[in-house]
C-alpha cells in the first residue's frame, strides 16, 4: 500500500465519521459565529477602529476555531480505542501525519471560509478585487498552523489537561506566523499586492515547509505507545 | 569533579562582578544604568546556548534513545528557561529608567519572551505525561519544533518591530563598544557559561538519581 | 543622566536571588535522594 494511498484512507475515514456525526463542523460553525458577535461587542460600533483590527480579528477567529478543531484531531481514536490500531498499522506511520493534516487542512479552509464571509457580511467589507490575494495568506499561514497543530493534538490527546495543554504548546509556536500573516492579510484588505509583502509570504512559505518536515520526520515517534 | 567546576563558577562569577563594577567605566550615554548589561546579555547567551543544547540532545535522544540525552535535554531546558526569565526580567529593570517603561514590545523582549513560553511549555508537557519513556519521546519532538521555530521568530519579530518604524527605537546593548566594557562582557559571557555547566550538571545529576530512586 | 543605582542593584540582587534559590533548590534535593540510599560508591 503505497504512501498516499494510506493518507487518503486516513482522510476518507474521518470525513465519512464527520459526514455520520457533524459534530464537529457543528459545532465550529457555531463557534465561529459566536466570536463574530464577541469581536463586535468587545471592539464596539466605531467604524474605524474596526478597520485597524479587523486583520487580527480574523486571524484571532481562525486560531480560537482551529484550537478547538486541531485539539481534537485523535480524540475519535482515543475515544474508540482505535489508538492501538494506528499504532499497530504497518508501514510509514507519517502517511497518517499527512491524511490527519490533510483532514484538518480541509476542516480549517472550511471554517476559514465561512468565516471570511460571515466577516464579510457583518462588518460590511468589500472582499472581491482582494480575494485572491487573501486565499493566498490564508493558505500559507493555515498549513503551518495545521501542521504544528496536528503533530502536537497527538502528543496531547492522551494527556488528562489535553484542552489546556495544546492551546499552551501550540500558541507560542504559532507566534511568528500569525505575526506574519496579519501583517499581510492587513495589506491584502488594504488592497496591496502580494509582492508588497512578499517577505511575509517568504517566512511564511519556509515555516510551511520546515513545520510539515518535522511533523513527517517525527510523527513515528509521537505514535509510539 | 561537579564541585570543581562549582569552584571555578564561584571564581568566575566574583571576577565577572569586579569587572562589571570595579574595572568597566561609567558608560557614557546611559550613565551606570548600563551595567545591568553585563547580567542581561549573559543571560540570554546561555538561554539560547541551553536551548541548543535541548535541540542536539533531542535529536540524540529519538535516534539513539539514550537516557542520558533525555536527561540533558530536560536539565538543559529547565536552566534554559530560569536564564530567559532572568534576560526579561533584567532587560525589564534596565527598561524603565532608560525607556520610561517597564516593558515595551521592542525585538528582543518579544523575542525572548516567546521563547520563554515555547520551553515553559516543554517543562509543563513534562510534568503532565506519567509513563517517563513517552514522556522523553513527545519532550525530544517539541524540543525539536521549538528550536526550529527560533529563527522564525526572530525574522517575524524583527521585520514587525522594524518595518514601517521610524529607527527612533533603542534597542538594548550598546553599538560600538570600547574595549574594556567587551572584556568585562566576555568574562561575564564566561562565567555565566561556566555557571550554565555546573547547574545543568547537578540537575542532570539528579535526574539520574530520581530515576534509579524510582526504578 | 541620573545613575539609577536603585535598578542596577534590583537587577543584580534579583539575578543573585533567582540563581541562589535554583542552586539551594538542586542541591535540597540531592540531598532528599542521597539519603534514601546509602551510597557505596563515593562520587565526586
Same mark, same amino acid.
Given at each position: 500500500? #503505497? ?5 487518503f484512507?486516513?482522510?476518507?475515514k474521518?470525513l465519512?465519521?464527520?459526514r455520520?456525526?457533524k ?7 457555531f ?8 469581536f463586535?461587542?468587545?471592539v464596539?460600533?466605531?467604524r474605524?477602529?474596526? &478597520? ?6 480574523l486571524w484571532?477567529?481562525f486560531?480560537? #476555531?482551529g484550537l ?12 474508540n ?7 499497530? &498499522?504497518p ?10 493534516l490533510?483532514g ?6 472550511v471554517?476559514e471560509a465561512i468565516?471570511?464571509v460571515?466577516?464579510?457580511?457583518f462588518f460590511n467589507l468589500d ?10 495568506v ?6 503551518a ?6 503533530l502536537?493534538a ?26 506574519? #500573516?496579519v501583517?499581510?492579510t ?5 488592497g ?6 512578499a517577505?511575509w509570504?517568504k517566512?511564511?512559505g519556509?515555516?510551511d ?6 511533523g513527517v520526520?517525527?510523527?513515528?515517534f509521537?505514535?509510539e505507545? | 569533579?561537579?564541585r ?11 571576577a565577572?562582578l ?13 550613565g551606570n ?7 542581561h546579555v ?9 536551548f541548543?543544547?535541548v535541540l542536539v ?9 539514550v ?5 540533558l535535554?530536560h536539565?538543559?531546558a ?7 526569565g532572568l534576560?526579561?526580567a533584567?532587560?525589564?529593570?534596565w ?10 514590545w521592542?525585538?528582543?523582549l ?9 520551553y515553559?511549555g516543554?517543562?509543563?508537557?513534562r510534568?503532565m505525561?506519567e509513563?517517563p519513556d ?7 519532538v517539541l ?6 521555530n527560533i ?5 517575524s519579530?524583527y521585520?514587525?518591530?522594524t518595518?514601517?518604524q ?11 563598544m570600547p574595549?574594556?566594557?567587551v572584556?568585562a ?5 564566561v ?10 550538571a547537578k540537575?542532570v545529576?539528579?535526574l539520574?538519581?530520581?530515576a534509579?530512586?524510582?526504578? | ?5 536603585g535598578? %542596577?542593584?534590583?537587577?543584580?540582587g534579583?539575578?543573585? %536571588? %533567582? ?8 542541591v ?5 535522594t ?6 557505596? %560508591?563515593?562520587?565526586?
Amino acid at each position: 500500500m #503505497t504512501f498516499a494511498r494510506r493518507a487518503f484512507i486516513v482522510v476518507w475515514k474521518d470525513l465519512l465519521v464527520e459526514r455520520r456525526s457533524k459534530e464537529t463542523f457543528n459545532a465550529l460553525f457555531f463557534f465561529a459565529l459566536l466570536l463574530l458577535f464577541v469581536f463586535q461587542f468587545a471592539v464596539g460600533p466605531d467604524r474605524e477602529r474596526l &478597520a485597524g483590527t479587523l486583520p487580527g480579528l480574523l486571524w484571532l477567529g481562525f486560531i480560537l #476555531t482551529g484550537l478547538l478543531g486541531l485539539g481534537r484531531t485523535f480524540v475519535v481514536e482515543r475515544e474508540n480505542d482505535c489508538w492501538e490500531a494506528l499504532r499497530l &498499522a504497518p508501514g510509514d506511520k507519517s502517511a497518517i501525519y499527512v491524511g490527519k493534516l490533510a483532514g484538518n487542512l480541509l476542516l480549517m479552509f472550511v471554517v476559514e471560509a465561512i468565516l471570511v464571509v460571515l466577516f464579510g457580511i457583518f462588518f460590511n467589507l468589500d472582499l472581491a478585487g482582494v480575494l485572491p490575494a487573501l486565499v493566498v495568506v490564508i493558505g500559507l499561514g493555515t498549513v503551518a498552523f495545521a501542521a504544528v497543530g496536528t503533530l502536537f493534538a497527538a502528543m496531547t490527546s492522551q494527556v488528562r489537561a489535553r484542552e489546556l495543554l495544546f492551546p499552551v504548546l501550540l500558541l507560542p509556536v504559532q507566534a511568528p506566523v500569525l505575526l506574519a #500573516t496579519v501583517k499581510a492579510t492587513e495589506a491584502v484588505l488594504l488592497g496591496e499586492p502580494l509582492g508588497s509583502v512578499a517577505h511575509w509570504l517568504k517566512l511564511l512559505g519556509a515555516a510551511d515547509v520546515i513545520f510539515v518536515v518535522v511533523g513527517v520526520l517525527t510523527f513515528d515517534f509521537v505514535l509510539e505507545g | 569533579m561537579v564541585r570543581i567546576v562549582g569552584g571555578v563558577t564561584l571564581v568566575g562569577l566574583a571576577a565577572g562582578l569586579v569587572m562589571a563594577f570595579g574595572v568597566a567605566p561609567r558608560e557614557v550615554t546611559q550613565g551606570n544604568v548600563q551595567r545591568i548589561m553585563y547580567v542581561h546579555v549573559p543571560s540570554v547567551w546561555v538561554a539560547y546556548l541551553a536551548f541548543a543544547v535541548v535541540l542536539v540532545a533531542s535529536i540524540v535522544y529519538l535516534a539513539r534513545r539514550v537516557d542520558g540525552a533525555d536527561r540533558l535535554a530536560h536539565a538543559s531546558a529547565e536552566v534554559g528557561v530560569l536564564f530567559t526569565g532572568l534576560t526579561i526580567a533584567t532587560g525589564s529593570i534596565w527598561g524603565k529608567p532608560t525607556w520610561g517603561t517597564w516593558w515595551t514590545w521592542d525585538a528582543r523582549l518579544t523575542s525572548v519572551s516567546i521563547l520563554f513560553v515555547m520551553y515553559l511549555g516543554y517543562l509543563l508537557l513534562r510534568g503532565m505525561i506519567e509513563d517517563p519513556d513517552q514522556g522523553a519521546r513527545y519532550a525530544a519532538v517539541l524540543g525539536i519544533v521549538a528550536a526550529f521555530n527560533i529563527p522564525l521568530v526572530h525574522f517575524s519579530v524583527y521585520w514587525w518591530r522594524t518595518l514601517h518604524q521610524p529607527p527612533s527605537l533603542m534597542k538594548p546593548g550598546p553599538g560600538t563598544m570600547p574595549g574594556v566594557i567587551v572584556a568585562a562582557l566576555m568574562v561575564n559571557f564566561v562565567a555565566f557559561s561556566l555557571l550554565y555547566v555546573y547547574f545543568v550538571a547537578k540537575r542532570v545529576n539528579l535526574l539520574r538519581r530520581e530515576a534509579e530512586a524510582a526504578a | 543622566m541620573p545613575d539609577n543605582w536603585g535598578f %542596577v542593584l534590583a537587577a543584580y540582587g534579583l539575578a543573585a %536571588v %533567582v540563581l541562589i534559590a535554583y542552586w539551594r533548590r538542586l542541591v535540597r534535593r540531592e540531598r532528599a535522594t542521597g539519603a534514601e540510599h546509602r551510597p557505596t %560508591v563515593r562520587r565526586a
